[in-house]
């Protein structure tokens, strides 16, 4: 395949969880020639059959029919795999492409990325969103693009087809830090939520109560909006980010921080009460579960 004209490339998508496949679905909606892979085939077969868009065998054979590869994945490991993998993205990745990762990874896992498509003659550029999967859903993410402007320039018409706000922050893993920085204020804030909200009850404040005060004050982020139902009423809405998930981040976090110097006090009390959730059998809990956690401390005498 030939080409597409510079600000309508053809798009491969790799990897179609709970926002990949939100983001998909708006390239689709905005007219983009797209094609779609996953690793359980079945999820990618329904949203291509739902979208009118064709599904790829193989990684290889999505990013050899695109000017663009997206991939969107549980971590770096995941990531790294499907370019290397055989039949992977490395196999099929056309010079002159460009290849875009909106996976939450470190900036040392975006640079070995952008390694790998510089063999093959292709672009790279980190760019992870920032938002819930209802913000994804209506094409309102934040994106985080970090390459080089060229690279970005193409890609920008992706790019603003996912989120309403897009910014180019500097080279190749400066989208990747920024992502990381902008998680650590994220995490933090959902402890001291559940803090909080956990305080309130303690005290006698009824839970829906406390949290309409929540986000009627001074503390309503669009974070405290987009996770109320989940802190009011855990376990009965759908999952929308995995505990464990919060988990690697912070660790990603800590290890920027380390490389960096950078001293992160709130960080590391976080991560420890990020782990005893875990322990707890709330890994696969929505992270607002950290709220269900300090209760169920709180209850066995703050052990």
């Given at each position: 395949?030939?080409?597409?004209?510079?600000?309508?490339?053809?798009v491969?998508?790799?990897?179609?969880?709970?926002?990949?496949?939100?983001?998909?679905?708006?390239?689709?909606?905005?007219?983009?020639?797209?094609?779609?892979?996953?690793?359980?085939?079945?999820?990618?077969?329904?949203?291509?059959?739902?979208?009118?868009?064709?599904?790829?065998?193989?990684?290889?054979?999505a990013?050899?029919?695109?000017?663009?590869?997206?991939?969107?994945?549980?971590?770096?490991?995941?990531?790294?795999?499907?370019?290397?993998?055989?039949?992977?993205?490395?196999?099929?990745?056309?010079?002159?492409?460009v290849?875009?990762?909106?996976?939450?990874?470190?900036?040392?896992?975006?640079?070995?990325?952008?390694?790998?498509a510089?063999?093959?003659g292709?672009?790279?550029?980190?760019?992870?969103?920032?938002?819930?999967?209802?913000?994804?859903?209506?094409?309102?993410?934040?994106?985080?693009?970090?390459?080089?402007?060229?690279?970005?320039?193409?890609?920008?018409?992706?790019?603003?087809?996912?989120?309403?706000?897009?910014?180019?922050?500097?080279?190749?893993?400066?989208?990747?830090?920024?992502?990381?920085?902008?998680?650590?204020?994220?995490?933090?804030?959902?402890?001291?939520?559940a803090?909080?909200?956990?305080?309130?009850?303690?005290?006698?404040?009824?839970?829906?109560?406390?949290?309409?005060?929540?986000?009627?004050?001074?503390?309503?982020?669009?974070?405290?909006?987009?996770?109320?139902?989940?802190?009011?009423?855990p376990?009965?809405?759908?999952?929308?980010f995995?505990l464990?998930?919060?988990?690697?981040?912070?660790?990603?976090?800590?290890?920027?921080?380390?490389?960096?110097?950078?001293?992160?006090?709130?960080?590391?009390?976080?991560?420890?009460?990020?782990?005893?959730?875990?322990?707890?059998?709330?890994?696969?809990?929505?992270?607002?579960?950290?709220?269900?956690?300090?209760?169920?401390?709180?209850?066995?005498g703050?052990?």
């Amino acid at each position: 395949m030939s080409e597409s004209p510079i600000g309508n490339p053809s798009v491969a998508f790799v990897g179609l969880g709970r926002m990949g496949s939100r983001l998909a679905a708006n390239l689709a909606k905005a007219g983009f020639e797209l094609v779609l892979y996953n690793r359980t085939r079945a999820t990618a077969e329904r949203l291509g059959e739902l979208l009118g868009v064709p599904v790829a065998a193989s990684p290889a054979a999505a990013a050899a029919s695109s000017d663009v590869v997206v991939t969107m994945l549980t971590d770096a490991e995941a990531v790294e795999d499907v370019y290397e993998q055989p039949a992977g993205i490395l196999e099929g990745l056309r010079p002159r492409s460009v290849a875009v990762d909106m996976s939450t990874v470190g900036p040392a896992a975006a640079m070995t990325l952008a390694g790998l498509a510089d063999a093959c003659g292709a672009g790279f550029v980190d760019a992870p969103v920032s938002g819930s999967v209802a913000l994804a859903e209506s094409a309102s993410l934040t994106v985080m693009a970090g390459g080089a402007s060229s690279d970005v320039e193409r890609v920008m018409p992706v790019l603003r087809a996912i989120g309403s706000t897009v910014f180019h922050v500097g080279a190749v893993g400066a989208g990747a830090t920024i992502k990381l920085a902008v998680n650590t204020v994220i995490y933090g804030l959902c402890e001291a939520v559940a803090e909080g909200l956990v305080l309130a009850e303690r005290a006698g404040i009824e839970r829906a109560r406390a949290y309409e005060i929540f986000a009627s004050s001074a503390i309503a982020a669009p974070f405290v909006h987009y996770r109320r139902e989940e802190f009011e009423n855990p376990g009965r809405p759908p999952v929308a980010f995995r505990l464990a998930l919060a988990h690697k981040d912070m660790n990603l976090i800590l290890s920027l921080a380390a490389s960096t110097g950078a001293l992160m006090p709130q960080a590391r009390a976080n991560l420890r009460t990020l782990e005893g959730a875990i322990a707890e059998g709330l890994g696969d809990h929505d992270v607002a579960a950290v709220a269900e956690y300090l209760r169920r401390a709180a209850a066995d005498g703050n052990r």
